[in-house]
C-alpha cells in the first residue's frame, strides 16, 4: 500500500528565511506527487504537482518542490518565508498503477509551518 | 470559474440520526472524491465518483455511502450517525481521472454529531 510520510507536525521559520516541509513517500512504481495547503476552516488549495521530468517543480504562492527518488523524498520549500504562509500543509501521492487503491490520493498526516514576523 | 462547492458549511446532529451532504464540483469537471478530516485519523479517503459511477471505496463502514448525478453533482449519506462521525468532510473534483490531474477541493461540511 502506498504512504507519505511527513516526519514534522511543526515548523517555525521566521519571516524572511527560507523554508523547507519535509515529505516521503512509499509507492509501487512511479509516483505522482502533490502538495497542498489548509487555512483555518477551509478546504485544501492545490499548490504544485510532480508527474515526471524536471525534479525542481514550481507552484504557487512562489512555492517550489523538489523530486529526489533514490530518497523517496518530496521536499516543498521556498525561498523567503511570509507571515501569511503560516497554514497546515499537506503532501500527497498517487501511484501510476491504475488500479485499486493504487489510485486513491494518499495524503500525508500534515504539517503546521509558522513564520514568525 | 467558480469553485467546488459543498452545502451545508455547518450540520449538528444528534446518534442514530442520518446525514446526506452535497457537493457541487467545478465545471467541465467529472470526478468527485471525498474524504474524511479529523485531529486523530488526519484526511482518510471515502470513495470516488466518476460517470455515475463508484470507481474506488475507502475503508469506511457501509454506513458511509454516496452517488453520483448525470451532471457529476455528487452527495454522500452517512446513516446511523455515532460520535466518532463528527469530522469535516471534503469534496474534490478533477477533470478525470488522469492520475496526474490534481484534485480541487470545496471549503468543507463540517459536521458535529452531538
Known amino acids: 500500500a502506498q504512504s507519505v510520510a511527513q516526519p514534522e507536525d511543526q515548523v517555525n521559520v521566521a519571516e524572511g528565511n527560507p523554508l523547507t516541509v519535509k515529505c516521503t513517500y512509499s509507492?509501487?512504481?512511479?509516483?505522482?506527487l502533490f502538495w497542498y495547503v489548509q487555512y483555518p476552516n477551509r478546504g485544501l488549495q492545490f499548490l504544485l504537482k510532480?508527474?515526471?521530468?524536471?525534479?525542481l517543480v514550481k507552484g504557487s504562492y512562489g512555492f517550489e518542490a523538489e523530486f529526489n527518488k533514490s530518497q523517496t523524498s518530496f521536499h516543498l520549500k521556498k525561498p523567503s518565508a511570509l507571515v501569511s504562509d503560516s497554514a497546515l500543509y499537506f503532501c500527497?501521492?498517487?501511484?501510476?498503477?491504475?488500479?485499486?487503491?493504487?489510485?486513491?490520493?494518499?495524503f500525508g498526516s500534515g504539517t503546521q509551518l509558522t513564520v514568525l514576523p | 470559474k467558480a469553485g467546488v462547492t459543498q452545502t451545508p458549511r455547518y450540520l449538528i446532529k444528534t446518534r442514530g440520526q442520518q446525514v446526506t451532504l452535497s457537493c457541487s464540483p467545478i465545471s467541465g469537471h467529472r470526478s468527485v472524491s471525498w474524504y474524511q478530516q479529523t485531529p486523530g485519523q488526519g484526511l482518510q479517503f471515502l470513495f470516488e465518483y466518476f460517470s455515475e459511477t463508484q470507481r474506488n471505496k475507502g475503508n469506511f463502514p457501509g454506513r458511509f455511502s454516496g452517488r453520483q448525478f448525470s451532471n457529476s453533482r455528487s452527495e454522500m449519506n452517512v446513516s446511523t450517525l455515532e460520535l466518532g462521525d463528527s469530522a469535516l468532510y471534503l469534496c474534490?473534483?478533477?477533470?478525470?481521472?488522469?492520475?496526474?490531474?490534481?484534485?480541487?477541493f470545496g471549503p468543507g461540511t463540517r459536521l458535529t454529531v452531538l
Open positions: 500527497a501521492v498517487r501511484g501510476l498503477i491504475s488500479s485499486g487503491s493504487a489510485r486513491q490520493l494518499t
Open positions: 474534490a473534483s478533477s477533470l478525470d481521472r488522469g492520475g496526474g490531474r490534481p484534485q480541487f
Open positions: 510532480y508527474i515526471t521530468g524536471d525534479n
Open positions: 509507492v509501487s512504481g512511479n509516483p505522482y
